[in-house]
């Protein structure tokens, strides 16, 4: 069992995590982008080994996505995939997210 919840908020970097039983076992930052508003990317996603392939991944950048949508001016959400496994670009397929064609360096994008 663990929840995701806003662990804080600096500069325009949103910090979200996931817990179990008080331990931090889940990670990712979103952040709007300094030069363009409308764009948001997420990064810094990651589980602790010992919890990964049960979908914890995926529930953080869901509850990422429903946070983000309630910012009125944004119309994407940009992630990359540092993944040795490509479950990033997994995780995003099954979101909603498509290759960005101007973007070949595994830039996955969402338009809102
Ligand atoms: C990327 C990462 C956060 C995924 O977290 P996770 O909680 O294991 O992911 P989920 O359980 O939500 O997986 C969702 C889907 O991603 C894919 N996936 C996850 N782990 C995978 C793996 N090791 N190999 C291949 N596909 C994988 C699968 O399609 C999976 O769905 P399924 O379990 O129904 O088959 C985790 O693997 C991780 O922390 N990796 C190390 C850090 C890292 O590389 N971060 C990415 C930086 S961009």
């Known amino acids: 069992m663990y929840i ?4 804080g908020i600096k500069d325009s970097d949103f910090t979200l ?3 179990s039983e008080g331990n ?3 990670h990712l930052v979103f ?3 300094v030069f363009d508003k ?3 990317i997420i990064t810094d996603l990651e589980v602790r080994p010992k919890y990964q392939r049960k ?3 995926k529930a953080l950048v869901e509850e990422a996505i429903r946070r983000i949508t309630k910012f009125s001016n944004v119309r994407r ?3 990359e995939d540092g993944s040795a496994t490509g479950a990033t670009t997994q995780i995003a397929f099954k ?3 498509n290759y960005e064609p101007n973007f070949p360096n595994l830039r996955l994008v969402l338009p809102l």
């Open 31 to 33: 952040t709007v982008n």
């Open 38 to 40: 409308e764009t948001v």
């Open 95 to 97: 979101l909603g997210f």
């Open 24 to 26: 931090k076992i889940g």
């Open 55 to 57: 979908g914890i991944g």
């Open 17 to 19: 995590i996931a817990q």
């Open 4 to 7: 995701i919840k806003l662990d």
């Open 77 to 79: 959400i940009l992630m």
